[in-house]
Each structure stands twice: as structure tokens, then as C-alpha cells.
């Protein structure tokens, strides 16, 4: 039996974006509440919970209002720089109505600003803050300028306010101590879709999209599902290619500000028939290209975990990384994947080398990873991790 409207325990989030715009912050707020709305969890005992999010309308063709899910959407049309402001005056608004018992704010970002103020307001209603940061962590000192300085202390307040912080890394967890939080810190990180990133296509179906993308049976592929700006570091596995044999081709997945710029990279290395942008696929696509994948790499400059290593690990391609933010958490070098060092195109071949020719190590990384991912890594239990979350903050 369903639970009423009336009887959940109602949670206001606070969130720059949502779906249509997809990242792993978005899609973990996705696969958590489905799953914290379906019955199989609120049999498990504890209150149901209904979600409320107050979000940027990016876009005027999407509506103000919709339900997503288990989510109720309340876009705004303001600029960035405003989005506090009128995120927490819509708030006010619509706690009269709603009366929440928690509001989550979705990074330190304008939606903590926009979280904080609605907590110095309404200080008994608890605070929960996820930090989902995937830049380098000085980008508020960067984005704030010459305000730093003035802002600081409020920006701090964002952690010190907070009733509880829950953080996707080990990485995460230590700025957030440093920040100057003050209350519990937990790490739950993303999760994977173990459904889905174990999906096998047939050989004839990997055979149809190998030629669809002209690659050759004998070739080896290297892939990468990433966003295309510089902290992704696309451009160093470009260049790796000059120290790589020519049958090694390159699979880039995703769009982004730098895609222009890598092709340009790629016209001056004539790689045209070695590289292959393949724009936005799907993310229940990604598992076929994973199927046809030798090596996933993403040489990332900061990270704050790294779902995409994960997914790929679920699907048995081994991962070359580097050693920064949150992906120490869960890459131990030799045992689920191998480190490349950050910015060194020569590092980024030598691994690739080594998961190519080396099939007794390969086959021990690949076993590994993917145990490791079906063991601490799938959307049932981090949702039932935050799930303990929001029934701490309720007590």
C-alpha cells in the first residue's frame, strides 16, 4: 500500500541543476529517491519521505513545475549569481505549505548559500549537505574573485551549519574538516547501475557497431565518458596516441566547451582515422561501447569520485586513471586498475601498454574490479545508506 502525500516526511532540496541536465550529482539524486519512494524500501521500516527541489529553468522551454520521478521540480528564472537569493525566498514559500523536516543542499555551492540561509531562518529544521565537488576545490576562492576575502566566512558557514554532510570521498570528507565542519560526516559515494552496466551484447551486435564506427576486429579501443573540459584532461590521451602502436584507436564519449579545440588537436596529429567523437550517448547506450572497449582512461586533473571508472569497471574494462581527489577510494594501483601520472601523455601509454599485452594482470584487475563494484558500489545500497541518513536527522 502506497503511503499519502500527508504522511511522508517532506525534505526540500536545494539544487543548481536537475534532469535534462545529467551528471553524477543529478542522476544520484535520481536513483536515490526513486528507490527511497518505492515500497520494497519503506517495508523496511522508518517514515516514507516526499522530496521537493527548488532548481535553475536553464531552459524556457522547461517547464517551471513538473514531477520527475519522485521529485516535485520548482524551476526559477534568475541568473546564477541570484539563484540563492530567490532559491531561499522560494523556500520560505513553500515550507508554509509543506512544512519540511529536512532541506538537503546539493554541493557548496549557490544552493549551499541558498540552504544556509533558509537554516539561519528556520534553525530547528535540519540541514543535510552533500558534497558531490568534482573541480579542483579552490574553484570558489577562483569563481568569487576579489569577494573571497568578504564571502569566505560565509561560504564556511555552509559546513559549520550544517546538522549532518554526507560526501562521496575520502577526499571530500577531509575538505569539508577543513572547511570547518563542525557535525557528522559520512561518506556514501555513487553508486552504478549493476544492471545495466553488466549488459552484454551479442558478438553480432558488437561486430554491427564496431563496423558502424569503423573499427577494424584486430584493432584495440581505448574509450572515455566524459564531460569535454580541461579537468578531464581528454587532451593528454590524444596525445598518448603518439606513443601508442596504430592500431590503437580512440573512443570519445560526451560533449563539452573543449570539443572544438580536441578535434583541432586531433586534425594537427592527423589521428582523423585513429580518434572518433561520438557526441552524447545515452547512458543506457554506454555499456555497447563499453562491450567493445579494450581500456577505459580518464587522466583527470581533480575528480571528487569517478562514476565512470566505476561503470566501466562493472562491465569488465580495465581503467587507467591518475591518483587525485576521490579515485584513490576506490583504484588501488595493480589490483582494480593502474595510475598514470597527471599531464604526462607518456604515462597514459605505458599503462595502456600494459593492460594490452599483459593478459595475466589484465584478467586480475578486471576480476577485482568488478567484484569490488557489485560488493560496495550498487544504487540499492546507497540509497539504503542515505536512507539512515535522512532517519539519523529525523531523531
Same mark, same amino acid.
Given at each position: 500500500?502506497?503511503?499519502?502525500?500527508?504522511?511522508?516526511?517532506?525534505?526540500?532540496?536545494?539544487?543548481?541543476?536537475?534532469?535534462?541536465?545529467?551528471?553524477?550529482?543529478?542522476?544520484?539524486?535520481?536513483?536515490?529517491?526513486?528507490?527511497?519512494?518505492?515500497?520494497?524500501?519503506?517495508?523496511?521500516?522508518?517514515?516514507?519521505?516526499?522530496?521537493?527541489?527548488?532548481?535553475?529553468?536553464?531552459?524556457?522551454?522547461?517547464?517551471?513545475?513538473?514531477?520527475?520521478?519522485?521529485?516535485?521540480?520548482?524551476?526559477?528564472?534568475?541568473?546564477?549569481?541570484?539563484?540563492?537569493?530567490?532559491?531561499?525566498?522560494?523556500?520560505?514559500?513553500?515550507?508554509?505549505?509543506?512544512?519540511?523536516?529536512?532541506?538537503?543542499?546539493?554541493?557548496?555551492?549557490?544552493?549551499?548559500?541558498?540552504?544556509?540561509?533558509?537554516?539561519?531562518?528556520?534553525?530547528?529544521?535540519?540541514?543535510?549537505?552533500?558534497?558531490?565537488?568534482?573541480?579542483?576545490?579552490?574553484?570558489?576562492?577562483?569563481?568569487?574573485?576579489?569577494?573571497?576575502?568578504?564571502?569566505?566566512?560565509?561560504?564556511?558557514?555552509?559546513?559549520?551549519?550544517?546538522?549532518?554532510?554526507?560526501?562521496?570521498?575520502?577526499?571530500?570528507?577531509?575538505?569539508?574538516?577543513?572547511?570547518?565542519?563542525?557535525?557528522?560526516?559520512?561518506?556514501?559515494?555513487?553508486?552504478?547501475?549493476?544492471?545495466?552496466?553488466?549488459?552484454?551484447?551479442?558478438?553480432?551486435?558488437? $561486430?554491427?557497431?564496431? /563496423? %558502424?564506427? !569503423? &573499427?577494424?576486429? #584486430?584493432?584495440? +579501443? @581505448?574509450?572515455?565518458?566524459?564531460?569535454?573540459?580541461?579537468?578531464?584532461?581528454?587532451?593528454?590521451?590524444?596525445?598518448?596516441?603518439?606513443?601508442?602502436?596504430?592500431?590503437?584507436?580512440?573512443?570519445?564519449?560526451?560533449?563539452?566547451?573543449?570539443?572544438?579545440?580536441?578535434?583541432?588537436?586531433?586534425?594537427?596529429?592527423?589521428?582523423?582515422?585513429?580518434?572518433?567523437?561520438?557526441?552524447?550517448?545515452?547512458?543506457?547506450?554506454?555499456?555497447?561501447?563499453?562491450?567493445?572497449?579494450?581500456?577505459?582512461?580518464?587522466?583527470?586533473?581533480?575528480?571528487?569520485?569517478?562514476?565512470?571508472?566505476?561503470?566501466?569497471?562493472?562491465?569488465?574494462?580495465?581503467?587507467?586513471?591518475?591518483?587525485?581527489?576521490?579515485?584513490?577510494?576506490?583504484?588501488?594501483?595493480?589490483?582494480?586498475?593502474?595510475?598514470?601520472?597527471?599531464?604526462?601523455? $607518456?604515462?597514459?601509454? /605505458? %599503462?595502456? !601498454? &600494459?593492460?594490452? #599485452?599483459?593478459? +595475466? @594482470?589484465?584478467?586480475?584487475?578486471?576480476?577485482?574490479?568488478?567484484?569490488?563494484?557489485?560488493?560496495?558500489?550498487?544504487?540499492?545500497?546507497?540509497?539504503?545508506?542515505?536512507?539512515?541518513?535522512?532517519?539519523?536527522?529525523?531523531?
Amino acid at each position: 500500500m502506497s503511503v499519502s502525500e500527508d504522511k511522508r516526511k517532506k525534505i526540500l532540496i536545494f539544487s543548481i541543476a536537475y534532469i535534462p541536465f545529467v551528471g553524477g550529482a543529478e542522476l544520484a539524486m535520481k536513483e536515490i529517491t526513486d528507490r527511497l519512494g518505492n515500497e520494497k524500501f519503506s517495508a523496511q521500516g522508518g517514515p516514507a519521505f516526499g522530496w521537493d527541489m527548488i532548481t535553475l529553468r536553464f531552459d524556457k522551454k522547461w517547464p517551471k513545475f513538473e514531477k520527475i520521478g519522485n521529485i516535485n521540480i520548482y524551476r526559477i528564472d534568475i541568473s546564477k549569481l541570484f539563484f540563492p537569493f530567490s532559491a531561499f525566498l522560494k523556500g520560505l514559500t513553500l515550507h508554509q505549505k509543506n512544512k519540511y523536516q529536512i532541506i538537503w543542499s546539493i554541493m557548496a555551492n549557490r544552493a549551499g548559500f541558498a540552504a544556509l540561509f533558509f537554516k539561519i531562518f528556520h534553525p530547528k529544521i535540519k540541514f543535510l549537505l552533500t558534497l558531490q565537488e568534482g573541480d579542483a576545490l579552490d574553484y570558489p576562492k577562483k569563481q568569487m574573485g576579489i569577494f573571497w576575502i568578504l564571502l569566505k566566512p560565509l561560504f564556511k558557514a555552509i559546513f559549520s551549519r550544517a546538522d549532518y554532510i554526507q560526501t562521496i570521498s575520502n577526499y571530500l570528507a577531509d575538505w569539508a574538516k577543513k572547511m570547518g565542519a563542525k557535525n557528522p560526516i559520512e561518506i556514501v559515494p555513487n553508486g552504478v547501475d549493476i544492471k545495466n552496466s553488466q549488459f552484454s551484447i551479442s558478438n553480432f551486435q558488437a $561486430k554491427e557497431l564496431r /563496423e %558502424k564506427i !569503423k &573499427i577494424k576486429e #584486430e584493432e584495440k +579501443v @581505448l574509450i572515455t565518458t566524459s564531460r569535454l573540459v580541461e579537468k578531464n584532461a581528454v587532451c593528454d590521451i590524444i596525445e598518448a596516441l603518439k606513443y601508442l602502436p596504430d592500431n590503437v584507436k580512440f573512443l570519445i564519449l560526451g560533449k563539452g566547451p573543449l570539443e572544438e579545440k580536441l578535434k583541432f588537436q586531433v586534425s594537427s596529429s592527423k589521428f582523423q582515422d585513429r580518434v572518433m567523437f561520438l557526441g552524447h550517448v545515452e547512458p543506457q547506450e554506454i555499456p555497447n561501447y563499453l562491450a567493445i572497449s579494450d581500456v577505459f582512461v580518464r587522466p583527470s586533473l581533480s575528480e571528487g569520485l569517478g562514476s565512470s571508472f566505476l561503470e566501466a569497471m562493472a562491465a569488465g574494462v580495465p581503467v587507467v586513471a591518475t591518483p587525485v581527489g576521490g579515485i584513490p577510494d576506490f583504484l588501488k594501483d595493480g589490483e582494480t586498475g593502474l595510475f598514470c601520472e597527471v599531464n604526462n601523455p $607518456k604515462s597514459i601509454a /605505458e %599503462k595502456v !601498454k &600494459i593492460l594490452l #599485452e599483459n593478459e +595475466v @594482470l589484465r584478467g586480475k584487475i578486471i576480476k577485482n574490479a568488478r567484484e569490488m563494484v557489485l560488493r560496495d558500489y550498487d544504487w540499492n545500497l546507497i540509497a539504503g545508506k542515505m536512507k539512515n541518513i535522512f532517519n539519523k536527522l529525523l531523531l
